[in-house]
């Protein structure tokens, strides 16, 4: 413990007497600690965002869409035509074993009107399990009930930007607006959502029930039509098994056999943002990486200004060694030198990241997450580095022959 103590008191000495020397000694570890902090840390938050607006979508989704269809030789789009129904949503629910709910919706745009201020917003009919799918609430009044539906009451529901937007203030609840000239009551404001993993504003948005939208506001031809089918597992490992027998039941339901080409297409919607999520961890290692270069290269540097170390110093090594000192006690030295000098530079690069970091999150409103752990393994990784190219000018100096060493100028 005294020989470790002591080893370091003179690596102190020697590091004051050289300040200018030693820093930029540092210099590389400065960098590539920071670098590496702040990239881990903005990698982090880009992965906090994607987990967000995953959980913003709803867990457990399949997503069915209308396909395309072949007439005279000419192929639709998928989802050039209306191909579901509100009734398949029904059958859905109530035959499928792996299917806990199913939420037909149509949707469109149009221009929302309150007094003086109007926009232009994206328009939802939807039923109530639609709400219970995306576990999206409602921050004041009520949601859309079956009664509405069947009804085609006209009452709608306000994303918090349409909300905002059209009332400031005011509270919008029993106030009357008109979408597309059509009258609507207010009857509820839902919770914020934020953006979707394509990055729309899922808060600009009016929803009111689903045949409302069909027959008052759209006009649809077919009535009974939906745009598309949202659906509901009963849990995650029933996901592929709720997809085959939606796919069986609209099969059957759609008269589709041999080789007919199926008019819908059933989409695993965690399995779509799962690959983004993956492409956002992949991006963060790669950032990480590339930020790991500079500990290299300030290692090698540490590794040649401990080599010239050795050279001036010489002549002290041989007078140590004259008078009593052990080759493990200069390797000891020169190993807590460079230590000392990683460890120093990794902990003003923390501190530098960490900064880099948060100024990165105010300049760019982008989230950026500091874990403990990445402090840790950055304080660790740069003592291993001080170690590593160390210790090879810490062996040259300690099998440094005394004598010769004594007559080195």
């Not at 009804?151 to 059209?166: E, I, R, W």
């Not at 199926?262 to 990480?288: H, W």
Request: with cysteine; aromatic share 4%; net charge positive.
């Amino acid at each position: 413990m005294t020989n470790v103590a002591q080893a370091l008191r003179i690596a102190l000495r020697a590091l004051r007497i050289n300040k200018m020397r030693s820093f930029l000694t540092m210099l590389g570890i400065i960098i590539g600690i920071a670098a590496v902090i702040a990239m881990m840390a903005v990698g982090a938050g880009a992965s906090y965002v994607i987990s967000e607006q995953i959980a913003s979508i709803g867990s457990n989704i399949l997503l069915v869409l209308p396909g395309s269809l072949t007439s005279g030789g000419i192929r639709t789009g998928s989802g050039g035509v209306q191909t579901l129904t509100y009734d398949d949503a029904k059958a859905m629910q109530a035959e499928c074993p792996a299917v806990a709910l199913a939420a037909p919706t149509v949707r469109g745009s149009g221009q929302v009107v309150y007094g003086n201020q109007n926009w232009s917003t994206l328009l939802m009919g939807a039923t109530p399990e639609m709400f219970l799918i995306r576990e999206w609430p409602v921050a004041a009044g009520r949601s859309i009930t079956t009664s509405d539906v069947d009804s085609a009451a006209k009452v709608c529901l306000l994303g918090q930007t349409v909300a905002q937007t059209l009332f400031g203030n005011e509270d919008p609840l029993g106030k009357m607006i008109r979408v597309k000239k059509v009258p609507f009551t207010v009857v509820g404001i839902l919770d914020r959502k934020g953006q979707s993993p394509q990055g729309t504003d899922q808060d600009d948005v009016v929803f009111v029930p689903l045949r409302t939208m069909q027959r008052k506001l759209i006009g649809s031809q077919f009535p009974n039509n939906v745009g598309a089918i949202l659906v509901q597992a009963r849990g995650e490992d029933q996901l592929d098994q709720a997809q085959e027998e939606i796919t069986s039941l609209l099969n059957q339901r759609h008269r589709i056999g041999g080789s007919k080409e199926p008019d819908f297409t059933v989409r695993n919607l965690s399995e779509i943002l799962a690959v983004a999520e993956q492409s956002s961890k992949a991006m963060s290692l790669l950032l990480g990486a590339v930020a790991s270069i500079s500990l290299i290269v300030g290692g090698i540097g540490i590794m040649n200004i401990m080599l010239v170390s050795v050279t001036e110093r010489t002549r002290e090594i041989g007078i140590r060694m004259a008078i009593g000192a052990k080759r493990r006690d200069i390797l000891l030295q020169f190993l807590t030198e460079a230590m000392l000098l990683t460890i120093t530079g990794g902990l003003i690069g923390i501190a530098l990241g960490t900064g880099g970091a948060l100024v990165v999150s105010r300049l760019l409103s982008w989230p950026t997450l500091i874990s403990p752990l990445s402090i840790t393994i950055a304080v660790l990784f740069s003592g291993a580095i001080g170690i590593f190219f160390g210790f090879y000018p810490a062996r040259k100096a300690a099998g440094l022959n005394p004598i010769e060493a004594l007559r080195y100028e």
